[in-house]
DNA sequence: TTTAGCACTTTGGATAAGAGAGTGCTAACA
DNA sequence: TGTTAGCACTCTCTTATCCAAAGTGCTAAA
C-alpha cells in the first residue's frame, strides 16, 4: 500500500499532537483540529489504514492512536519541519560559550548543561574522541614524595590526571632532562600509535624502564574513553515528561544511565559520516534503553573534533526542538572554537 | 514523665523493627517476637506513654507505630548497638584503597563508591577543605597558543584545573623563571593567605601584572569548595528502600541531590569537632530536605584533611550498618594514608 | 470515496461492602 | 499499683458493581 500525501499529512498531524500532548489522538480531534476538510470517519478509515501499515498503535480499542517507533523514525526523515530558536535561546547559546574556547573539559560540562538546559531532556556527552588524536609533548612535573604529575599535551586537550611514581634519587634537573626526552620521542605520534614502539622505546631505557613503562600504559588508557570523559546532565529533568510518572520508568532510566560505561555504549559507537544521529529504543538498537530515544549530534572545529554531544529521553521527545537546539549548539562552538583557531592552524602531518 | 529502662528497651525494639521492616510495629509484635515476657495489652500501654513524650507516631488509629525524628536521634544517642561488618565487607574496603593513596581525587571517587556499595545508600562526599592547607609549589605548564596550565602543589592534593592566558611573547625559559618565582613567593602560605598579600605583589609585578592577577585569582577561588569537589555515587540506590515508591519523594531527592550547591551545604558546614554527624530532615537543619536523614564523617590522616564523606537516604536508615561503614572505611584511610605519610611528616612551621 | 449513525469496547471514577489489623478502654486480677 | 483479657471502635485495603465518557469499527446511504 502507497502512502498518500493524504496520509502522510494525518501522520504528521498524530505525531505532532502527541509529542505535544502525550495523550492518544483520537479521529474526532484531527478531524476538528487539524484536518477540517474531512469527517472524522475518513479520518478514522486513514487512521486504520496507518495502523496497519505499521505506524501507529492502539493500547485498547476505545483510546486514540499512538506513534510506533517507525512512525517516529518516519517523521524524523521525511515530515518533520525545521523549527528556529527563540532570540532568547540564542543569545544563551552564545553567552554560554563566550570566553570558553580554552579548555575543551571544562566545555564540555557547559555544552551539555546548555543542551540540557534548553531542550529539558537529560543531556549525554562524550568528550573529545579522536583516533588521529596527536601528542604534541609531554611533562612530568614533581609533586613531592616521589610523585610526579605526568601531563600530556595534544593537538585536541591537555590530559593531567595520572600521577607516576619515580625513585626518589631523581632529582628536579634529571626529572627535566627525562620529560623532554620522552616528549621528543612521542612528538607527533598519535595516542594508538604509542603501543606500536612500545618494544622499542621500553628495551632502550635500561635505568628508568619502570617510568617509562607507566608513561606508556597512561598514553595507551587514554585512547579509551574514561569516566572523567562522560558527563551527564540533568538526570532530574524526566520528571518533567509524563512517561516517567510511572516509578519503574524512572528506576530503569536511572540505573541506565547512572553507569558511565553504559552512556559510553549508548552514544559512543557514532558513525562519523552523520553528524545528527537518531537511535529509538527496541529497535535493533541494543544499547538505547527500551521505550528511550537518543539523538546525538558530534561536534568538530578547526579539524578538532569535540565530542558528541545529544540528549536521552522518552520516544516521545521533541525531535524538532531537540535537533534544532544541537545544531545551533553546534554552530555556535563552530563560531567559537574555529574562529579562536583560524589564524594559528596547526597541520601535524 | 521518665524514661523507665522498659520503654527505652521498647523503643529500641520499635526503631529497630521499623528499620528493617519499614512497616509500623505493632504492640502484638512486640510482645510476641521481642518482649515475650509482657502481654500486648502492656507493651500498649507503653507505646502510647512513648507516643505522649513524642517519640512515637501513629499515622491513623489502626496502624501501629513509627520512629519520630526525635526518637532516632534518642536511638542513636543512646540505643543504638555498635555492628560488626563481614569479613567480606572489610576485605571490599582494603581492596578499593589499596595503592590508592596517591592522589587525593581519585579517593574521593573510590571511597564514595565503596560507601554507597556497603551501605546501600547514596554517597556524598566532599574533597578536602582545610584551613590550613598551604601551598608547596606552583608551576606553569605551556600547553600552546599563548596558554599555559598552571598546577598548584599543596600538602593536601594537586590542583591542576585552571589555565591562563600569558603573552605569546613569553618564552618557555621565561616562564620556567616565572613559576620558580611566583612558587617562593607563595611557598607555605595557606590558601586564605593568599588575599591578604594579592595587594602587595600585584604592586611589584608590572610587567606581567595580568598574569600574576589570574594566578592569584585561581589560588582565591580553590579556597571554596568547586563542583569537582562534590561527588555523588549511587543515586539510584534509592529505588531500593520503599519510602521511595512515590515518585513525589523520588523528584524531590533527585533534584536536590542533582544540584552540586545544594550537596555543598547539606554536608558543608560540618562542626570540625564532632567526627561522625547525623543529620535528620525537618527538624531544625534547613538544610537537609525533608524526610531525608545525611551521615557524614570527616576523615583526616596523618594531619591531612581528607574530606568528608557520608551517605543520604531515607530518616528510617538502618544507621548502625552506615555508622559501621564509615568509621571502617575511616580506619582503612588511617592505615592507608597514614602509613605512607609516615616517615615523610612536613611540618610547615 | 465520503459520511452519518449506531452498536460495541474499554477506561476511569464513584460508591459500597466486608475483611483485617491495631488500638483504647474497662474491669478483673496479682 | 502494675498487668492482663476482652471487646468495641476506627481506619485502611481490597473487591465488586455501576455508570458516564471517549473512541472505534462497521454498515448503509449519498
Redesign the pocket.
Known amino acids: 500500500m502507497k502512502m498518500s500525501d493524504r496520509k502522510k499529512k494525518i501522520l504528521q498531524i498524530v505525531v505532532d499532537e502527541y509529542i505535544n500532548t502525550a495523550v ?6 484531527i478531524a476538528e483540529k487539524h484536518l477540517t ?6 479520518v ?2 486513514e ?2 489504514s496507518l ?1 496497519e501499515l505499521g505506524y501507529l498503535t ?8 499512538v506513534p510506533s517507533p517507525q512512525a517516529y523514525r518516519f517523521y524524523i526523515e521525511e515530515l518533520m519541519q525545521k523549527g528556529n530558536l527563540s532570540e532568547k535561546d540564542l543569545d544563551y547559546i552564545e553567552n554560554s560559550f563566550r570566553n570558553k574556547a580554552g579548555d575543551v573539559e571544562h566545555l564540555i560540562k557547559d555544552v551539555s548543561k546548555v543542551i540540557s538546559d534548553l531542550t529539558d531532556y537529560t543531556s549525554v556527552a562524550i568528550g573529545p574522541h579522536d583516533e588521529e588524536e596527536r601528542i604534541r609533548s609531554l611533562a612530568m612535573l614533581p609533586c613531592g614524595e616521589g610523585k610526579v604529575l605526568l601531563v600530556i599535551v595534544t593537538n585536541v586537550r591537555i590530559l593531567r590526571d595520572t600521577f607516576i611514581d619515580v625513585p626518589e634519587t631523581m632529582g628536579d634537573e634529571e626529572l627535566r632532562n627525562a620529560s623532554q626526552v620522552i616528549s621528543k620521542l612521542f612528538e607527533g605520534k598519535t595516542l594508538l600509535q604509542v603501543k606500536d614502539v612500545e618494544e622499542k622505546v621500553l628495551s632502550e631505557f635500561g635505568q628508568y624502564r619502570q617510568v617509562m613503562s607507566e608513561v606508556i600504559e597512561a598514553l595507551k588508557s587514554y585512547t579509551h574513553p574514561r569516566d572523567e570523559d562522560i558527563v551527564l546532565t540533568g538526570a532530574e529533568k524526566i520528571f518533567n515528561h509524563p512517561e516517567y510518572a510511572d516509578i519503574e520508568n524512572v528506576k530503569n532510566f536511572l540505573t541506565v544511565i547512572s553507569s558511565k560505561d553504559k552512556i559510553a555504549e549508548i552514544i559512543g559507537d557514532e558513525d562519523d559520516e552523520i553528524q545528527i544521529n537518531v537511535k529509538i529504543g527496541s529497535s535493533g538498537d541494543a544499547d538505547v534503553p527500551e521505550d528511550c530515544s537518543v539523538v546525538t549530534a558530534t561536534y568538530s572545529a578547526g579539524g578538532k573534533n569535540l565530542g558528541t554531544y545529544g540528549v536521552i529521553g522518552p520516544i516521545r521527545m521533541d525531535y524538532t526542538k531537540v535537533i534544532t537546539v544541537l545544531e545551533n549548539v553546534g554552530r555556535a562552538l563552530e563560531d567559537i572554537v574555529g574562529s579562536k583557531n583560524k589564524d594559528k592552524e596547526d597541520d601535524p602531518k
Chains 1, 2 share one sequence.
Open positions: 492518544p489522538v483520537s479521529s474526532k480531534n476538510g474531512v469527517s472524522s470517519a475518513t478514522r478509515n487512521l486504520a495502523e492502539q493500547f485498547h480499542t476505545s483510546g486514540g492512536r
